[in-house]
């Protein structure tokens, strides 16, 4: 079999691989880029490769591990909270069944916990269900050792994941009942499907306004909310239903259709667990083009004039304009929007006007050039 026909049949699995062990889109690329590479090398070699696949599983974890040690450092540099970059996912029901717990935003932060060989090792047996002398052999090690690292590392994810998971059907009308609520302002029905101990999470990379750290709590969270919904209002954004990293979620496009930033909720015991938002435009860049929204936003630029009031969202008319408004107003709305998650909470409020066009796929599946 040629190296394209190797890829074609192998890319899937390796790229599944390497973002869950990194988080990264673009770097799990570079990863798979290079495994392929380096079987590409061997072939020509005329070196005999037994089994591609576990070739392949091999390097990528491998060069994955490697490349984990080095994100770490990097991270531990980063503004503000590390969020993985968000895949927006159209899986077939059996990739359905596979990705829709171990794909999740929250499950992926969660792995960020153990250590590169604890995360490998976990991920190949609990995951994809490599045996544990295969895992062994990926990992460079021996079986007694692999099951310890996967003892621990299974240990350790168990103690905070939930213990229920709602079903896709039950978390789509939830989440469809959030987006309604947030929509329509009602702060109480937004509580009602907010877990008490709710965690709202923002990723701007300090290049946009974003949460400094997590908000806590059902009241807090609720409250967060609907303080972004009135500053994003004058903002003509609108949100797009879809499923990010296998859960519910949403995009949010500025009036050009530029890409502003991309939610993920997490759904577990029938309420809302986590919410995620990611609008550092670097981790947007692979879904679609990016808005500079974020960017005049954190340079205090006012928004356009003639923006629809949030009461008429809904409304086909002509839009309302609103009366200019002084530098110590347009700072507060700022100051709210960087409040509410670096545009999260309100970009999740304006969802009465959301549309649900086709879905995107990042670009991951296309070859680069020179591969």
């Known amino acids: 079999m040629s190296s394209s026909d190797l890829y074609g049949e192998l890319r899937l699995r390796a790229f599944a691989i390497a973002y869950r062990m990194l ?12 495994a392929f590479l380096r079987l590409h090398q061997t072939l020509q070699r005329d070196e005999q490769i037994t089994s591609p696949r576990a070739y392949i599983a091999t390097l990528v974890t491998r060069l994955a591990i490697d490349q984990f040690r080095s994100a770490r450092v990097r991270r531990e540099r980063y503004v503000g909270e590390w969020l993985p970059e968000p895949l927006v996912t159209d899986p077939t029901p059996a990739e359905r069944a596979e990705t829709a717990d171990s794909l999740s935003l929250a499950f992926l932060v969660l792995l960020e916990s153990l250590s590169p060989r604890q995360r490998a090792a976990f991920l190949l047996r609990e995951v994809f269900e490599y045996p544990y002398a295969e895992v062994a052999e990926i990992i460079g090690t021996d079986v007694d050792s692999t099951r310890h690292l996967v003892a621990r590392a299974r240990r ?7 213990r229920y998971y709602a079903s896709r059907r039950q978390r789509e009308e939830l989440a469809a009942r ?59 954004v609108r949100i797009q239903v879809t499923e990010v990293n296998g859960q519910p979620g949403a995009m949010a496009f500025d009036a050009q259709d530029r890409l502003v930033a991309v939610i993920g909720l997490d759904i577990t015991d029938g309420q809302i667990q986590t919410i995620h938002a990611i609008v550092n435009p670097d981790k947007l860049r692979h879904l679609d083009r990016v808005s500079d929204l974020g960017t005049r936003l954190r340079a205090g630029r006012r928004p356009p004039a003639t923006a629809e009031p949030l009461a008429d969202l809904t409304a086909t008319s002509a839009r309302a304009t609103r009366p200019t408004r002084n530098a110590h107003n347009l700072e507060r709305e700022i100051h709210a929007l960087s409040i509410g998650t670096g545009l999260l909470a309100a970009v999740l409020l304006v969802s009465t006007r959301c549309s649900c066009p086709g879905r995107r796929w990042p670009p991951w599946a296309r070859p680069r050039n020179g591969s």
């Open 156 to 162: 350790q994810v168990r103690e905070r994941r939930p």
């Open 178 to 236: 959030f987006f309604a609520a947030a929509g329509q302002g009602d702060l109480r029905a937004l509580e009602t499907l907010l877990a008490h101990d709710v965690a709202l999470h923002g990723d701007g990379g300090g290049k946009v306004p974003a949460l400094a750290r997590p908000v806590n709590g059902r009241e807090r969270v609720a409250r967060t909310v609907s303080a972004g919904m009135s500053a994003l209002a004058r903002f003509d």
């Open 23 to 34: 988080g990264s889109v673009s770097e799990a690329e570079d990863v798979v880029q290079e």
